[in-house]
């Protein structure tokens, strides 16, 4: 499998001004690629552009300021892009937030009686995903050079373990939407020979140091301090570039607190809540969690061994 990531190929990256979305962006501009970068921040997304541009002139960089869940709007930006490139190679759907819900209710009924902290979670989470593709699809499939192109849609591994403990069921959900559409998706692609040289791939990152957690716009990974569980935001997109090489599906990224082994044990507990008819959610329920503990830890040294 040949990696879109070369020289003089094109990237569209969503979100692209800070976190996840500038790593990948700087680490295509350092393999050459041209840059199409869209975010809702407008300051940081011209400080990006800034320094994606200054590290090579001569390559298109090129920002476009967008809320994703917008439409209308990103038909619009698609037809300015096609003005400055002929091709897109490389789509990172990678805009995402957390919302807060509102409201007075201070226990665990507070996320289930705001449907505003519903609604903008889905628009930036699952529209804005959905608004490119709409938007982008067709960009893709009209394209007369039929060389590999590659779609990345950025989950999460709470889309995956749906853990209660943090409290945003909603966010949880999002990503679990997007893990299932973007399955349905690279399916889809792979299916039609119309479209078979367009891939699609789950980017699942684990605990990063990002705007998420307060390490906002394109910083300077040298100068950030971050815990040492937690990963850079460069290392998720160098496993991101892994995986495109490999050609892997769902680019599962570690963090330094959680093993590829505990991650596939953990993943397997939950799935096995569905078959075994556990109590949802059961590795964090009183009367499951020691268990659930146990056999979770005892698979992952099996995996480990
Ligand atoms: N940081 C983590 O630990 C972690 C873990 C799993 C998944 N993720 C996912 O990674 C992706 C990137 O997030 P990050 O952690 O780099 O956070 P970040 O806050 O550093 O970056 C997100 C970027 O998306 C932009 N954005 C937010 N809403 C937007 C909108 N409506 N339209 C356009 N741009 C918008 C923000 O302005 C920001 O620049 C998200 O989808 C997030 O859910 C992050």
Sequence with gaps: MQSVIQPQKTALI??????????????????????????????????????????NSSLITEAFVLDVADAALWKETTRQIADIVQDIDLVVLNAGKGYKPQGTDTGRLKPWLDG????????????????????????LTASKNKAPKSIVITGSKQGITNPPGAGNPAYNASKAAIKNLTEHLAFDLRSDPATENISAHLLIPGWTWTGLMGNVGPTDEAEVKKPSGAWYPSQVAEELA????????????????????????????????????????????????????????????????
């Excluded at 869209?38 to 200054?54: F, G, M, Q, R, S």
């Excluded at 799935?271 to 005892?298: C, F, H, M, T, Y």
Aim: with cysteine; glycine share 8%.
């Design 14 to 55: 969503t979100g692209a001004a800070s976190g996840v979305g500038y790593a990948i962006a700087k680490l295509c501009r350092s393999k050459g690629m041209h840059l199409l970068l869209l975010d809702i921040d407008h300051e940081n997304l011209a400080k990006t552009k800034a320094a994606l541009a200054e590290l």
């Design 116 to 139: 505003n902290y519903w609604e903008k979670t889905f628009n930036t989470n699952v529209r804005g995903p959905l608004n490119g593709l709409e938007a982008l699809l067709p960009v």
């Design 242 to 305: 892994k995986g495109l090489e490999t050609g892997a599906f769902y680019i599962v990224c570690p963090d330094g607190e959680t093993d590829p082994a505990l991650d596939q044990a953990r993943m397997k507990w939950g799935s096995e809540d569905v078959v075994e008819g556990r109590p949802a959610l059961s590795r964090w329920e009183k009367n499951w969690k020691n268990r659930a503990e146990e056999a979770i830890q005892a698979d992952a040294r099996t995996r480990r061994a």
